[in-house]
């Protein structure tokens, strides 16, 4: 048991390690050379829990890790993770000491970054560097050719800069249409000249995330940021058909009953009254609210749950702290209720919840928040519990 962390509500989230496993050793069969696959763990791994997946992610064949920023990358150190870390936003210049001397990788995308980290840098150790440029994300990145000049020189006069690697991100790659990602993929292939000419050599080229590296595996260089496909998810609609491999769900979300009453007509459910019985029936009450990351979006939306392996809608205003759904007949209180999930032949999937509240599915786990314990499941049994309330 690595971490039991003990909770005492009756909603939790299962999150399947072994899918998550399953997801990247499929992922990596795809690719025709050796590929070197780096795992998407930033915001508690889109929810699933970071060092968990993490752990797991790096067992499954990963070599690298990448997070969004410093927090969470000395979190993965703090849990005792050695496997190299990238930082994907920007890390404050004047605390890159603290993440030479954990050994974490950043990203430079501005000269001006280099300039002033460069004069706060007092390490002994040296800092592995990954030069973002922007080939028309438009989010963060060298744009233009004479930046990418004046930081890569900056780099190569300071012995304690390790140029590591060099990337891109696409703004289009999950889209049928392919004009704009071909413009930036072009854009890339620059870039790549330019070092070319300038006698810079580096370890890693990357510029694929899922959808990139499902649908175009020759096209990602020496590496691969896996995020969503490596959670069982696609990163859209759009290209689910053309997914090369059977992804698996490793998200769930269940609740226990705790209450139910049978209603009358013209009985009412929740804040507002909005929800009136019409005839007799059978109402639950279970423990997940708004502050859960469950928003009220969920009953205007038609949402439901599963009970007893069959629908039961969300009826009345969800809470903060509990909602109510409508039972196809009387069940004990301590049911399971899975909000996402299966029970027996009913399946409620992450892509369903992501339709319902007319957005996409790396926000539903994402949502689910801190308050909801992780449990991490290896093959059947519990292998650890995080409780963010109780850290
Ligand atoms: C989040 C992120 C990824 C992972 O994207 P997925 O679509 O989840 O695979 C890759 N690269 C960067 C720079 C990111 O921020």
């Known amino acids: 048991m690595e971490v039991q962390q003990q909770f005492f509500r009756d909603t939790w989230v299962e999150v399947n390690l072994d899918h998550i496993e399953e997801n990247i050793k499929q992922i990596k069969g795809i690719f025709k050379q050796e590929m070197n696959i780096m795992a998407v763990v930033k915001a508690n791994a889109y929810g699933h829990g970071a060092v968990e997946v993490a752990k797991r992610a790096i067992r499954a064949g990963a070599r690298y890790l990448a997070v969004s920023f410093l927090d969470e990358a000395l979190q993965l150190r703090q849990a005792g993770i050695v496997s190299p870390i990238l930082v994907f936003g920007r890390v404050r210049p004047h605390d890159v000491n603290l993440a ?9 995308y501005q000269e001006e970054w280099l300039l002033e980290a460069k004069q706060h840098y007092t390490a002994d150790q040296s800092l592995r560097l990954h030069v973002k440029f922007d080939t028309g994300m438009g989010r963060i990145g060298i744009t233009n050719k004479e930046n990418g000049k004046a930081v890569i020189t900056l780099i190569q006069s300071c012995e304690m800069f390790e140029l590591e690697g060099v990337f891109t991100h696409f703004a289009t790659a999950d889209d049928t249409d392919l004009d704009y990602f071909n413009k930036q993929y072009s854009r890339f292939l620059d870039v790549l000249a330019w070092l070319e000419d300038w006698g810079v050599s580096v370890k890693f080229i990357h510029c694929g995330n899922s959808a990139t590296g499902l649908r175009f595996p020759d096209k990602v ?7 969503i496909a490596m959670y069982g998810l696609s990163p859209s609609e759009e290209i689910k058909e053309e997914i090369p491999v059977n992804l698996k769900e490793a998200f769930s979300l269940h609740s226990r009953i705790i209450q139910v009453k049978e209603i009358h007509p013209g009985d009412a459910i929740s804040y507002g009254a909005t929800y009136v019985a019409a005839e007799k029936q059978w109402i639950a009450t279970i423990p997940i609210g708004y502050a859960d990351g469950w928003f009220r979006y969920h009953s205007s939306q038609g949402g439901y749950v599963l009970v007893d392996g069959k629908r039961a809608p969300i009826v009345g205003r969800v809470c903060m702290d509990q909602c109510m759904v409508r039972l196809p007949y009387e069940v004990e209180v301590g049911t399971v209720a899975t909000l ?46 995080r409780n963010g309330i109780r850290l």
């Open 100 to 108: 030479a001397a954990h050994q974490i990788a950043v990203t430079v």
């Open 221 to 227: 260089f020496n590496m691969v940021r896996l995020g």
């Open 340 to 385: 996402i999930g299966s029970q027996q032949d009913e399946r409620i999937t992450v892509d369903q919840v992501a339709k319902r509240l007319e957005t996409i599915n790396y926000e539903i786990p994402c949502m689910i928040g801190s308050r909801v314990p992780r449990i991490f499941i290896e093959e059947q049994k519990i292998i650890a519990i």
